[in-house]
C-alpha cells in the first residue's frame, strides 16, 4: 500500500481531472458519505474552482439520517443491513436528486476497528454512482487502519467517478 501522503497527492490531482472533466460536459456532482464522514467532499474541495461543478454532499452516518435527507428506505436498511449495494444505491439515487445534479457518488461501510462480521468483515465498503445513464455499485473489502480503510474510499470513489463518466459517453 502507498504511503499516506502519496495517495493524498495522487487523490488530490485526480479531483483536478475529475472537475476538469466535469466542467467540460457542464456537469455538477455531490457525494451521499457514511464511512468515510465527508472524506470525498472534502478532497473534492481541496482544489480551486471546486465550486463550479461540486454543488455538496450529506454525512449520513445514522440510519435516521440515510431516511431522512437521502431517502432510504426502511426495509431496505432492515432487509439488508447499512452496508449494502441496495443501500449505496438508494444513498447515490436519493443524492442526486435532493441536490439536484447530474452526478452523484455514495460511500457506505465499515472502517473499523469495530463493527465487522464474518459477513461484513472491517473494510467491507460499497461504493456506488448514479448519472441520467443510471446506477452502478461496487464491492470492496480493504485493508489497514481506520484511517487507510477511509483514504481508500475516498480514492476509489474518485476513481469510479472516472470509469462511470467514460461508461456514460459511450
Not at 40 to 68: C, D
Not at 106 to 114: E, H, Q, R, W
Not at 135 to 161: N, P, T, W, Y
Amino acid at each position: 500500500m502507498r504511503s499516506v501522503a502519496s495517495m493524498k497527492s495522487y487523490i488530490e490531482n485526480r479531483v483536478s481531472e475529475l472537475g476538469s472533466l466535469l466542467l467540460s460536459r457542464q456537469w455538477t456532482m455531490a457525494t451521499a458519505e457514511s464511512c468515510t464522514g465527508g472524506g470525498i467532499s472534502q478532497s473534492l474541495t481541496s482544489v480551486t474552482g471546486s465550486s463550479r461543478w461540486f454543488e455538496g454532499g450529506v454525512v449520513s452516518y445514522s440510519n435516521r439520517v440515510k431516511q431522512k435527507l437521502l431517502d432510504v428506505p426502511a426495509d431496505i436498511l432492515s432487509r439488508y443491513g447499512a452496508v449494502s449495494e441496495p443501500v449505496a444505491l438508494a444513498m447515490a439515487k436519493g443524492a442526486r436528486k435532493r441536490l439536484g445534479v447530474d452526478l452523484s457518488v455514495s460511500v457506505t461501510g465499515i472502517a473499523g476497528p469495530d463493527g465487522g462480521s464474518k459477513e461484513k468483515p472491517v473494510g467491507t465498503v460499497w461504493l456506488a454512482w448514479y448519472s441520467p445513464k443510471g446506477a452502478v455499485a461496487k464491492h470492496f473489502v480493504f485493508e489497514g487502519e481506520r484511517d487507510d480503510i477511509r483514504l481508500q474510499s475516498v480514492e476509489m470513489a474518485i476513481e469510479g467517478c472516472f470509469r462511470w463518466l467514460e461508461e456514460e459517453k459511450n
